[in-house]
């Protein structure tokens, strides 16, 4: 589904990402970790399209997208829900997921069901601003976005940062639902390790911009974690 083959990536004359290597095999859940200011986000948003390759490639459903502008990108099939969500707070809920269909491919005129079947609680809340809806409420708008676009690559950056525990077990589930469906690949950076354990089938591990270890996530053990993600 998604090769990163030799990806190195820099801001200016700031180094970020090191010759990263990564593979995300279709109907999967992979979890990209490691401590703040590794470059998961880079990764994330080199992969998006959103930040240009100084070398290496990035190669999607078969076909090499290192030069494909992002929203080419959404259109092939990729869902992006950044850290922080980046919702728009001025428009309504139903404006906000409208957005998602000017990036699907097919260009539907509505949202589809299984979104709402998959987030249940925005369909009464259609016509409230984004910015009067609560951080979970938000974060599952976001998703909910991404989801409109029926990716079949979507990138997850933290989707459980500062959200409430109630929130993030409906977020868990409705991954699981998404996962059991096999019909969407996911790439997700996440710090809540037992989030990612219950969820991901592989992980990856970074460090100062490359990759230092990966595996089955029942790899992914106590000193793993001690070594590469304990403060």
């Known amino acids: ?30 979890c990209l970790m490691g401590r ?23 190669i999607f459903d078969e076909q090499d997208i290192t030069r494909v502008r992002p929203e080419q990108r959404a259109r092939r099939g ?5 850290q922080g969500r980046e919702i728009f707070p001025q428009l309504t809920v139903g404006e906000n997921l409208s957005l998602g269909l000017l990036a699907q491919k097919g260009r539907q005129s509505k949202v589809p069901d299984t979104v709402f079947q ?26 909910a976005r991404a989801l409109v676009t029926e990716p079949k690559l979507l990138l997850l950056d933290e989707p459980t940062e500062g959200i409430q525990p109630s929130i993030i077990q409906e977020i868990e589930e409705v991954i699981a639902r998404i996962k059991t469906q096999g019909q969407v690949t996911i790439l997700l ?15 990856y ?14 790899e992914l053990t106590e000193d793993v974690v ?3 993600l304990t403060v």
């Open 36 to 58: 703040n200011g590794v470059g998961k986000t880079t990764l994330l948003k080199s992969v998006m399209g959103l930040l240009s390759a100084q070398a290496g490639a990035i």
């Open 226 to 228: 001690k070594q590469y």
């Open 205 to 218: 591990m970074m460090e100062k911009g490359s990759i230092v270890a990966h595996g089955e996530i029942a």
């Open 1 to 30: 589904m998604l090769r990163v083959q030799g990806l190195s990536v820099g801001y200016g004359d700031s180094q970020i990402l090191w010759d990263v290597h990564l593979h995300i095999p279709k109907g999967q859940v992979v």
């Open 118 to 143: 998959l987030f249940p609680a925005l369909s009464s809340l259609l016509n409230r601003k984004g910015g009067f809806l609560s951080g979970g409420q938000q974060q599952q708008l976001a998703i």
């Open 78 to 82: 990729m869902g992006y829900v950044p």
């Open 189 to 203: 950076v996440e710090q809540y390790l037992e989030f990612a354990w219950r969820l991901a089938d592989a992980f």
